[in-house]
């Protein structure tokens, strides 16, 4: 690797080897808390090179991109990075994580983040996906007094590694149909006369299988509900935001570099995107524990997306950019309102457990409350905005009847949003000297997501400005 290519890479470089140095220190007896805070500045490091330094080459070893587009998403999960290892402090002392450990799996996860959303290759993809998946099989079992986190690992790596060689043999047979695992060269090339190479068209059939699962699409779903009520409520915000988004991310690009025959797959795609607005709100609707309804939720949210995909150069890529960005600072922010009000053992999740928040910790519920309306996409939020782009970009791509079951899918989300936020400004005296009071770290995390979300909600024009740039 060139001199150029080292230096395209820096920001990478600087996020796995924060995690290498991290684990080392830790190792060799340095205390949690200055672990866990140097890796949040290796991730903030990592985030201004990014945007501060330009690529000297927009490509490296044919694996992976350094451009704009890279360089966005490598911001965004450095500092997604950088804000859960904040949030994990207090969370991690109580439960005595090991804070080299910890640190270095969450440095590592945003690198697989990085890589993948700037893959230029199938086999950056692939690399780039393992990398992350690595990571979070560690991180979601990471509390170990936990059986339900232990349960949740197990399933995670169970599914992934059926994902993992869904994704491999994919792969495989593209090639073979193509000739080539560097994008576009390995896409158009399976592609003759107007149809699709059978080896090329069963690759993508499982490509699309491993993309389903890593997303959470519909019926690929199964493990989404309990993982995220296992793992520990951090560690679930970053896999919420930041690995679901990364896979997203990367398809962007990929799917671009498809051009109109990215229509030979549409009704598939178009399928499994509406049975996953409905199996997602149904199972929504049932829940009472507020990790199981975020997880269900976000398997709708992943349906949006799916939406915007499908609109493609209509100005769905853009608006699935945009969604991505409030989708990651949003579930932060929710996970983040779990995590501070959990005690030194358990989180609370159940909406009963909810009551009184409103009252006793008024900024935390407020918090809260805005972040779920704007998963709703209620209007003055950044939801609304990231809705509005996704559904007006699949008017014009011509999905009218996906567009119907979207705004449906939302109305209904209305009703399983706003159950915990009744709950919380419910009074009730037994339960509200269980929760745990916060502290300013987590307070300012909290704030640095409500006013990102509050701000993007009423002046998205440069963000927008910024992500039309991309493209």
């Known amino acids: 690797m060139s001199g150029p290519e080292l230096f395209a890479l820096l920001p990478v470089l600087i996020l796995a080897g924060g995690s290498v140095i991290w684990l080392m220190l830790g190792a060799f007896g340095l205390g949690y808390r200055s672990v866990v805070i140097g890796g949040v500045f290796s991730a903030a490091t ?141 896409l158009t090339g399976v592609v003759s006369n107007g149809a699709l190479h059978p080896l090329g068209l069963f690759g993508w059939l499982l490509v699309t299988v491993a993309v389903g699962f890593k997303t959470s699409l519909v019926p690929f779903h199964f493990w989404t509900p309990d993982v995220y009520q296992g793992a520990p409520a951090p560690v679930s915000g970053f896999l919420a935001a930041g690995s679901k988004g990364a ?99 358990a989180e609370v999740q159940d909406y009963e457990s909810l009551r009184g928040v409103g009252f006793r910790h008024p900024f935390r519920a407020a918090t809260l409350t805005i972040l779920l309306l704007s998963l709703a996409g209620i209007p003055a939020t950044a939801g609304f905005i990231a809705k509005f782009g996704i559904f007006r970009a699949a008017i014009k791509g011509d999905f009218i009847a996906l567009t119907l079951l979207a705004v449906i899918a939302s109305l209904v989300s209305l009703y399983y949003y706003l159950r915990p936020v009744l709950a919380m400004f419910t009074e009730d005296d037994t339960q509200g000297n269980t929760l745990h009071p916060g502290n300013e770290l987590e307070h300012a995390v909290l704030g640095v997501c409500l006013l990102a979300t509050l701000l993007l909600g009423l002046y998205p024009g440069p963000l927008l400005d910024l992500i039309h740039g991309l493209f």
């Open 46 to 186: 990592a985030a201004l090179c990014a945007g501060l330094l330009p690529p000297a080459t927009v490509e490296v070893t044919s694996l992976f991109g350094t451009g704009s587009y890279a360089r966005f998403f490598t911001i965004l999960w450095a500092l997604a990075a950088a804000l859960t290892l904040l949030l994990s402090l207090r969370y991690g002392a109580n439960r005595h994580f090991g804070g080299g450990e910890y640190t270095a799996l969450t440095l590592l996860a945003a690198t697989g983040m990085a890589l993948l959303s700037g893959a230029t290759s199938l086999v950056g993809v692939f690399l780039g996906l393992e990398l992350l998946s690595l990571a979070f099989y560690v991180l979601i079992a990471f509390n170990r007094d936990s059986a339900h986190s232990a349960e949740a690992c197990i399933k995670y790596l169970v599914l992934g590694s059926v994902a993992t060689a869904f994704l491999a043999f994919g792969i495989a047979l593209i090639y073979a149909a193509s000739g080539s695992f560097h994008l576009p060269a390995a």
């Open 247 to 345: 896979v997203l991310a990367a398809l962007v690009p990929l799917l671009a570099g498809f051009g109109p025959d990215w229509a030979l797959l549409h009704p598939l795609v178009v399928g499994l995107t509406a049975l996953t607005l409905i199996v997602g709100s149904l199972c929504a609707l049932a829940q009472t524990n507020l990790k199981r309804m975020l997880a269900y939720s976000s398997i709708v949210q992943v349906g949006y997306l799916f939406i915007g995909l499908l609109a493609g150069n209509s100005g769905g890529f853009e608006a699935v950019v945009f969604y991505l960005v409030v989708y990651a600072v949003v579930t932060l922010g929710t996970f983040g309102v779990i995590t501070s009000l959990s005690g030194s053992r």
